[in-house]
Each structure stands twice: as C-alpha cells, then as structure tokens.
C-alpha cells in the first residue's frame, strides 16, 4: 500500500477543466518529481492534496485512509506538509519563531498558557543540527538569511512535526549554484528518514539528480510516470511538450 494515493481525481473552474482523471502515488521513503509547463496543474493538483482545494471527483487516500473530506488542519495533523515557494516566513522573527509559528509550545504559570519559547529555540537547534543546516546564528531574523538558509529553515518547520509526506514547491528556483545542492542533500535526508517527498520543479536537472520516479503533468492529464534510473532529460521534454504538440496537430487536422 503506497504511502500517498490519488486516484482519478478531476477538477474544473467554471468551464476550465484544470484536472482530468489524474492518478499517481507516492511510496514511503520515495522522491516523486512533479512536472509539467506552466497551467499543467500541478499546483492544483497538490492544493487538493492539501485540503486547499476540493476535488469534483475521484479519490485520496494517506496510508490508506480517505482523506478526501478531511480539512486542511486534519491533513496537516495525518503528516501532510506542503513548502510554497515563497516559502511562507515571517521575516522579522527568528528560525525558533518561525519553526513553530502558529504551533507554539505552552507551559503553565500560575495557572496562566505562556510560549515556552526555551523550548522552542532548544527543538529549533536540535532540528537544524539534525539537518545539517549552516545558519549564522538561529536568534537572527531569518529575512537576513540567503535563499538557501532560508529553504533550509522551511523544511526543518516542516520536520519539526513528523511529516510523512513533504510536497516541496520549486525549492530551488531562487538559489544560486552553490545553494541548490544543499537542498538537495535536504531532500534526500528526507528520503533516508523514510518520509515521501513529492517535489515540484521546473529545473528538470534538479528533478532527475534527485528524485526515484517523474510524474508529468500536460495539460491536466498525467501523461507520464517515468522511472528516473530509466529515463533522460529527452524524454521526459518530450513528455512534457508532446501533448501540447499533438493537440496543435490535431487542431490543425481539424482544420484541414
């Protein structure tokens, strides 16, 4: 039984058809690439999976259990944890602060909830030495870290709460070189510990350096589910361009 399940799952905006019947799983301890051009769906696809979105029809499962009805509070609690690319930090505030951010620890004094905020930079740090992340220093506010360190305190947030599914959106988009393998390295710590990462790039290198299996997304359809080990950076193009390029032809048939 796989870790993740989306079965058949179709959704529409009006008269805008933006899934259609797509079907893919993502196994314990897997690296599933997500890609597609631009309008494919993918986004839409993963804000179903989070409880964002709604599906109009088909099926999802976590660990076997349907989670099609369940809001996104109650998926994230299940271990469903998704990192935006604009990676959602409140920049003024510190790596503790914005690790637990709206799940802060409490202690009680005199009866009265306080933020246990010791207990808070302690688990930070322990969560950033257990990823191996280089920060200058976790009581800076995190807007003065680089791209990289900044990733690189999203996904310890994620960690934090014993995920067992990360859905990373373009984690490496606005890094520099020298960055982009450090969240790498990140993604297949993830892997190691067991957790299902779905990981969505248009950095097709990036994609195919790091993950088990691609899924490609054309328009609104999964159009391919390629084993990485068994594939190349041709065909999954062509995978990703080909419908477009069969739906020109036959329009242009149409035409004819």
Known sequence: MSLLEITNVSKSFGPV?????????VDRGEVVGLVGDNGAGKSTLMKIVTGM??????????????????SPGERRRMGIEMIYQDLALAKQQDVAANIFLGR???????????????TMRAEAKAMIDRLGARLPAINRPVGSFSGGQQQSVAIARALTFDPKLVIMDEPTAALAVREVQGVLDLIRQLKASGIGVILISHRLNDVLSVTDRIVVLNHGRAAANLTTAQTDMAEVVSAIVGGADMADAAAHESRG
């Open 104 to 118: 802060e620890p409490q202690k009680k004094v005199l009866g009265i909830n306080f933020v246990d905020r010791a």
């Open 17 to 25: 058809h933006v899934l259609d019947g797509v079907s893919m799983s």
């Open 53 to 70: 979105y709604t599906a109009d029809q088909g099926r999802l499962t976590l660990d076997g259990d349907d989670i099609l009805t369940h």
